[in-house]
């Protein structure tokens, strides 16, 4: 099984689709559905960055919510379930509130990384590897982190002048590049990744 949680409510029963309000059921439509809804996403909160942008929680909730909301009801709220994928155990769910709210704190006492437009690009890649691998660990959300979380951090690369992350190197495989730098994650070696973002950050035009 590809995901297991302690009570595995989200999803149909012996399938990896969650259960959501237009009651699809089939992968391929339910993915087409995402990929679509995201999309939009990225256009909604690339058009509404300015320099009064806060990348705080409120802002990770919104992209999740604003994203999934049509589809499902847990959309914008973090999971009150244990999850594990494979061998790897993510935050439990009754210390998710209060890691979420030191990860950010952190993040905020950072400036959000909203002051990298003219600092060194590895500086920036080291910060973001870092934030990136904290909340892999944490998952706030039941599903759709992967997805979320590179929004997010493309959200705070615009910001700084810099395109949408490319990670177009990690490959197509089930045990791609950004998994594999993602377990390690789960150790507090967030190398892997830096690796990843660094080659993934062009300056924009
Ligand atoms: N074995 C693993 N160990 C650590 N992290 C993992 C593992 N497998 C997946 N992940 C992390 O979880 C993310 C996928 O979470 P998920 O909620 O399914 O998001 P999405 O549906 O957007 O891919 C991956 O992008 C990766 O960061
Ligand atoms: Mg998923």
């Given at each position: 099984m590809k995901y297991f949680s302690?009570?595995?409510?989200?999803?149909?029963?012996?399938?990896?689709?969650?259960?959501?309000?237009?009651?699809?059921?089939?992968?391929?439509?339910i993915g087409e559905l995402e990929v679509q809804l995201?999309?939009?996403?990225?256009?909604?909160?690339?058009?509404?960055?300015?320099?009064?942008?806060?990348?705080?929680?409120?802002?990770?909730?919104?992209?999740?919510?604003?994203?999934?909301f049509k589809l499902y009801s847990w959309?914008?709220?973090?999971?009150?379930?244990?999850?594990?994928?494979?061998?790897?155990?993510?935050?439990?769910?009754?210390?998710?509130r209060d890691q979420m709210n030191g990860m950010f704190l952190e993040f905020e006492k950072d400036c959000y990384l909203k002051d990298f437009r003219n600092?060194?690009?590895?500086?920036?890649?080291?910060?973001?590897?870092?934030?990136?691998?904290?909340?892999?660990?944490?998952?706030?959300f039941f599903e759709l982190n992967g997805r979320t979380i590179r929004l997010f951090f493309d959200m705070v690369a615009v910001y700084n002048g810099y395109e949408y992350?490319?990670?177009?190197?990690?490959?197509?495989k089930k045990?791609?590049?950004?998994?594999?730098?993602?377990?390690?994650c789960m150790s507090g070696d967030c190398n892997l990744m830096k690796k990843i973002i660094l080659k993934g950050l062009k300056k924009g035009r």
């Open positions: 302690d009570k595995n409510y989200i999803y149909y029963p012996n399938t990896n689709i969650p259960v959501n309000k237009l009651g699809v059921k089939n992968a391929e439509e995201f999309l939009k996403t990225y256009e909604h909160f690339h058009e509404n960055l300015d320099e009064n942008i806060v990348f705080n929680q409120k802002y990770l909730k919104d992209l999740h919510k604003f994203a999934f959309a914008g709220k973090y999971r009150d379930k244990n999850i594990s994928k494979d061998s790897t155990v993510f935050c439990q769910a009754v210390h998710l600092k060194p690009v590895d500086e920036f890649a080291s910060k973001i590897a870092y934030y990136m691998c904290e909340l892999i660990a944490l998952h706030p992350i490319d990670y177009r190197d990690i490959g197509d045990d791609n590049a950004f998994i594999q730098a993602s377990r390690r």
